[in-house]
């Protein structure tokens, strides 16, 4: 995969010139991630914000701007060679905040709070920050490069989205996956993700006269202590988590009814596989009681996947990160929609354009004081895979 060098796209005036541009401009680019923050994005509920983020790709001259069928925004900034192949440049548009959760920003200098502000709205303002800055400064890639504000990759999503970009574009794209946190941060290494829900049911009854009677809930917990007590390795990590649970009709009824999510992560497929197996042993076991049902359902499959820390991607984007003035950089394995491209041994990797924490709480924020760097890297890396 040839790219040019940093170093070499660096040189170009223009390049100088939008690098510039973005440390100019940090305080416009905090005000659009805000816009498109106070647009509320359940994952399956992303219409709302895809008709802004439309209007927006067209705005800032994007061309064959439209959404698909799943509410992913497309745009394209045509290369001066179409035959080259393409860059797909993405970032995800939902949330894991309910559609009335409480948006209100508050600022503490260089200090956002918002739900939602970093996972990933200042992503998705990163895209059209870097169309800007494209056209201001008369930047002409040879290839086309696709800005992509795809839907699906939170929570139940399963990254929709991406499996839509990725089955479009295919294979002779590469694709660079864009967080508005993880400044510093290369993910190259796609965690494989397998997620369940198990649901219980018993004849149920009163909590007095039915006592002693198999209770759902209850049922439910000895599951659940079960699995935290499933001894998985620290290397190569691997993690399980119930993250909601429901079930019961009153205090004082013996639940029929009970269920819970379970998540299930894993650095490498087989270790994976093997936990998933041990899950489902335990199932089988609270089986064994005729009097109570499990069912054991599917709804979430991330497949793992990765580029060697060799790849000339993964040494471009270092080498932008140190160009940007990054100090510390590290190598994370994360689930994100790279997962999809690096799955199915595409050429992708996922990187973060400042400091951001609190992911996924209502107290979340962002610091914009690497924007500047985290834009100027994501404008070199870009050049250097479209080419200049």
Not at 66 to 95: C, E, K, W
Request: glycine share 8%; aromatic share 6%; hydrophobic share 40%.
């Amino acid at each position: 995969m040839y790219m040019i060098p940093i170093e070499t796209v660096a040189q170009n005036g223009r390049v100088q010139a939008a690098l510039t541009h973005f440390s100019e401009t940090v305080p416009q680019l905090v005000e659009q991630a805000i816009a498109i923050q106070q647009i509320p994005a359940p994952t399956f509920a992303e219409a709302r914000r895809a008709a802004y983020l439309e209007q927006q790709f067209t705005e800032v001259g994007l061309v064959d701007v439209a959404q698909d069928h799943l509410h992913n925004v497309y745009g394209r900034f045509p290369g001066s060679q179409p035959n080259h192949s393409p860059l797909v440049i993405t970032a995800h548009s939902d949330t894991v905040f309910p559609a009335e959760t409480d948006l209100t920003i508050k600022r503490q200098g260089q200090i956002i709070y918002g739900p939602g502000i970093g996972d990933n709205s200042t992503g998705v303002a990163g895209l059209l920050a870097l169309v800007e800055a494209l056209h201001l400064c008369e930047i002409r890639p040879l290839a086309d490069i696709w800005f992509v504000a795809n839907v699906g990759e939170e929570g139940l999503g399963d990254l929709r989205g991406m499996w839509a970009v990725v089955e479009r574009f295919g294979g002779e794209a590469t694709y660079l996956v864009i967080e508005g946190g993880l400044y510093g941060q290369i993910s190259h290494q796609a965690i494989g993700v397998q997620r369940y829900e198990i649901s219980i049911s018993t004849p149920g009854g009163h909590s007095w006269g039915n006592f002693g009677q198999p209770s759902a809930i209850h049922e439910l917990g000895r599951l659940i202590a079960a699995i935290d007590k499933l001894q998985v390795p620290a290397r190569p990590k691997t993690t399980y988590n119930v993250g909601i649970i429901e079930g019961g009709t009153s205090i004082n009824t013996v639940a029929q009814s009970a269920k819970m999510l379970l998540d299930l992560r894993s650095e490498e497929p087989n270790r994976l596989a093997i936990l998933v197996a041990e899950v489902e042993k335990l199932v089988e076991l609270r089986r064994k009681n005729p009097n109570v049902t499990v069912q054991m359902t599917q709804i979430g499959n991330r497949p793992a996947g990765q580029l060697p820390r060799q790849h000339p991607l993964v040494q471009q984007a270092v080498a932008a990160l140190k160009y940007a003035g990054c100090e510390k950089i590290s190598y994370i394995a994360s689930s994100t929609d790279a997962n999809v491209p690096l799955s199915q041994g595409y050429t992708a990797v996922c990187i973060g354009l400042t400091e951001s924490s609190h992911a996924h709480r209502l107290d979340e924020y962002m610091d914009s004081t690497y924007l500047a760097a985290g834009m100027s890297q994501l404008l070199l890396l870009a050049l250097s895979v479209a080419e200049i």
